[in-house]
């Protein structure tokens, strides 16, 4: 399926899925419910074993298109594998246990056709959590006023964009590199920041969208993992004010991100480049010119860019060029450069480098690190 900005849907429906038969068909209903009908669904089946598959080709819509993942991958990657067959000018996402109510997608459209600024990166809608019975779960979240503009800020202090509730500029989901792997419970919580941290959000402030907690979903079994990583991100994207103002809120996690080494990858990344003859950054995208900045404020250099796209080769890219990847067989065992991975594709990139006899730590490393 070829990616065509201009003449495809306006929005594309991601729908990730592994063993979702229990809340599936209702998921699927919200979508085919929608008062505005310019979309397509690509539905991603994450290497599942029970009935998900059956009941998502039950649909005769030609608006649905069923992909089966060769491999199983984490959330994040999988989410970012579905957009690469995505054909929509913005993207959105719609977990097998989360519903939309039908105005969903026509209000959003409505936000963005009004706003139609090249400053607007995604929009939102208030969210409800609901239980594995669809009644609804009181919180003091239902009247907190969200945020909107440049909200980075407010992320900052509080999650308030629920995937299912948002919708992403396609062209600038790209730019940043999609979502993070790197964080296996929080992607969605790094695509907003990421997002914020370039171009504004408008918001809806009616409940267009039912989130469900059950035993068996992600973020009910992991919380404890879910808020340690969430102040990873917090001190990745402003450490000073995550540090201690989140830190302090939340003193019993500390312990565990010390014990996660998040602190010392400064000394690490010095201990495996430093030394090197060359350094290359895979990825001329948003993520390697963070990963450039990352080691020019620590005194390290790159030699050069990698990417595939035939179209960077011999371009430069924030002052270094960018070659093919290919060039790597050029050398020698003793001559090997340490390959620095930023891309959202970084899972075939180390599989390629380990077949060229690249081995994790000792000649390639992942940014973040």
């Keep these: 399926m070829k990616t065509d900005l201009n003449n495809g849907p306006f929005f594309s429906v991601i729908v990730n899925c ?33 009935s998900s ?58 936000l963005i056709t009004e706003d139609d600024s090249a400053e607007l990166g995604f929009v939102y809608t208030r969210a409800k959590t609901i239980d594995e019975n669809g009644d609804s779960i009181h919180s003091a979240r239902d009247s907190q006023t969200l945020p909107e503009g440049y909200i980075m800020k407010d992320l900052l202090e509080e ?40 171009w504004k959000a408008l918001k809806t402030d009616e409940v267009l969208t039912l989130i469900r907690s059950h035993p068996k979903n992600l973020t009910h079994a992991n919380r404890t993992k879910m808020t340690i990583e969430s102040l990873r991100l917090r001190l990745r994207f402003d450490s ?36 090197r003859r060359k350094l290359f950054i895979w990825g001329a995208s948003q993520r390697g010119r963070e990963a450039l900045h990352y080691l020019q404020k620590n005194k390290i250099l790159p030699y050069c860019f990698l990417d595939k796209d035939p179209q960077k080769h011999g371009q430069t890219f924030e002052g270094s060029s960018v070659e ?4 790597l067989s050029t050398f020698s065992q003793k001559e090997k450069p340490f390959i620095v991975i930023a891309s959202m594709f970084k899972d075939e990139i180390a599989t390629e480098l380990n077949q060229k006899g690249y081995h994790k730590t000792i000649d390639y490393s992942f940014y973040p690190f």
């Design 240 to 275: 000073c004010y995550s540090l201690f103002r989140f830190a302090l809120d939340q003193y019993y996690v500390f312990k565990p991100i010390l014990k996660e080494k998040w602190f010392p990858f400064h000394g690490q990344v010095e201990q495996k480049i430093r030394g």
């Design 53 to 110: 598959a059956k009941i998502a080709k039950s649909y005769s819509d030609s608006r649905l298109h069923y992909l089966l993942a060769p491999n199983f991958t984490d959330i994040s990657v999988a989410r970012n594998l579905a957009v690469r067959q995505a054909q929509g000018k913005w993207i959105t996402f719609l977990d097998c246990d989360d519903i939309w109510l039908d105005q969903k997608l026509e209000q959003q459209h409505q």
């Design 18 to 50: 592994y063993n979702g038969e229990t809340y599936l068909k209702k998921a699927l209903d919200s979508i085919f419910s929608q008062a505005f009908g310019d979309y397509e669904v690509i539905f991603w089946d994450n290497q599942s074993t029970d």
């Design 324 to 327: 093919n990847p290919g060039s």
């Design 159 to 198: 999650n308030y964009v629920a995937i299912a509730s948002g919708a992403v500029r396609k062209e600038y989901f790209l730019k940043i590199g999609g979502i993070s792997s790197h964080y296996r419970f929080c992607g969605d919580y790094y695509l907003w920041l990421a997002l914020s941290k370039h």
